[in-house]
């Protein structure tokens, strides 16, 4: 029922910049957190931004810190990653997640977007 939609995908030129949305839509209760991770050919997904509902600050991967900005859109439930100063080894999938609750009474689950190609090529 609960759907995390993506755009904002493509291909760009290193040094270019790319701005990546997700709207979390459906029977949402509260949401704990959304962010984005990212997962490249041959590599395991990981950890580019997370941004938690408690008030910590966002959580940035060390590889992307000063050239990406993650945060809340003035949309409900929106979020979205500025990718500036975009290099070739930034190309990957990149997938936007929540973890979430339907319901008061059920606890939160994770929800992941079916990803987006990024691809950092001259």
């Known amino acids: 029922q609960v759907q995390l939609v993506e755009s904002g995908g493509g291909l760009v030129q290193p040094g270019g910049s790319l701005r990546l949305s997700c709207v979390a839509s459906?029977?949402?209760?509260?949401?704990?957190?959304m962010g984005w991770y990212r997962q490249a050919p041959g590599k395991q997904r990981e950890l580019v931004a997370v941004l938690t509902s408690d008030g910590s600050p966002t959580n940035y991967a060390d590889s992307v810190k000063g050239r990406f900005t993650f945060g809340r859109a003035s949309a409900k439930n929106t979020v979205y990653l500025q990718m500036n100063s975009l290099k070739p080894e930034d190309t990957a999938v990149y997938y936007c997640?929540?973890?979430?609750?339907?319901?008061?009474?059920?606890?939160?689950?994770?929800?992941w977007g079916q990803g987006t190609q990024v691809t950092v090529s001259s």
């Open positions: 459906g029977s949402i209760f509260a949401i704990n957190a």
């Open positions: 997640y929540a973890d979430l609750h339907v319901n008061l009474g059920l606890a939160a689950e994770d929800y």
